[in-house]
């Protein structure tokens, strides 16, 4: 069965340092997402994209987040200079097969740590 | 602006029992509410969707319900497994978006 995958898994990097969180979405799905989850909260929406552009962003995705999508198949969150409060679980997910744009297909995570 | 909320206290259960977890949320009725399983350090996984126009949906040993008067869906696991010890989350979706709005979920821990 297709699914979502995500690398790094884990990441550990400086306070200030720019980090790139990669996925790639299930092949025949057409949205595309960034979700995160601090350690014990809820999982927070950051960010959709379709059709090679955001469709739409969260508060939370500031001018210190992008995404890209730089080829067919990767789909990528650049976070420019990370703060203490961006160590998060981050979750690419994404939509629009068979099963229609509702159901989201969440890959297993990058858990980042912000030192 | 709309929230979801569900029962932050763990549920505990036995094995074979049936357990039931609630979702409430707050002003507008949403278009759509979502089911998800998650594990520990793991990503959501989709469990099912139901509509506000529907009144119960089953798949399996799952059978969740929307109700627009109490504002509320109930999510029940029928024959309940160790196996199916996890977090839940609830998570409503409005009309013309396909992002949901999740709730901090509820710990179901089935004791064999």
């Known amino acids: 069965e297709p699914e979502v995958t995500q690398t790094p898994s884990h990441q550990v990097t400086q306070m200030g340092q720019e980090v790139i969180l990669r996925c790639v979405p299930i092949?025949?799905?057409?949205?595309f997402y960034w979700y995160r989850q601090i350690l014990g909260q809820k999982v927070e929406f950051l960010v959709s994209?379709?059709?090679?552009?955001?469709?739409?962003k969260s508060e939370i995705f500031d001018d210190q987040f992008s995404v890209e999508r730089p080829d067919g198949s990767n789909f990528t969150l650049k976070i420019r200079s990370t703060k203490l409060e961006d160590s998060a679980m981050y979750f690419c997910?994404?939509?629009?097969?068979?099963?229609?744009?509702?159901?989201?297909?969440f890959g297993p995570g990058t858990r980042l740590l912000v030192l | 602006s709309q929230k979801i909320e569900q029962n932050s206290e763990a549920l505990n259960i036995q094995e074979g029992k049936t357990a039931t977890l609630t979702c409430n949320y707050t002003?507008?009725?949403?278009?759509?509410l979502q089911w998800y399983r998650q594990d520990p350090g793991r990503g959501p996984v989709f469990l099912l969707l139901?509509?506000?126009?529907?009144k119960e949906k089953r798949k399996e040993r799952l059978k969740v319900t929307f109700d627009t008067t109490l504002k509320q869906s109930l999510f029940h696991i029928t024959a309940s497994q160790p196996a199916d010890s996890a977090t839940y989350l609830c998570a409503q979706g409005s009309g013309g978006s396909y992002i949901p709005t999740f709730g901090r979920g509820t710990s179901l821990i089935v004791h064999p």
């Open positions: 139901i509509r506000e126009n529907e």
């Open positions: 997910a994404s939509s629009g097969g068979s099963s229609g744009g509702e159901t989201q297909y």
């Open positions: 092949s025949n799905h057409l949205y």
């Open positions: 994209f379709y059709n090679n552009e955001i469709s739409e």
């Open positions: 002003n507008y009725s949403p278009a759509y």
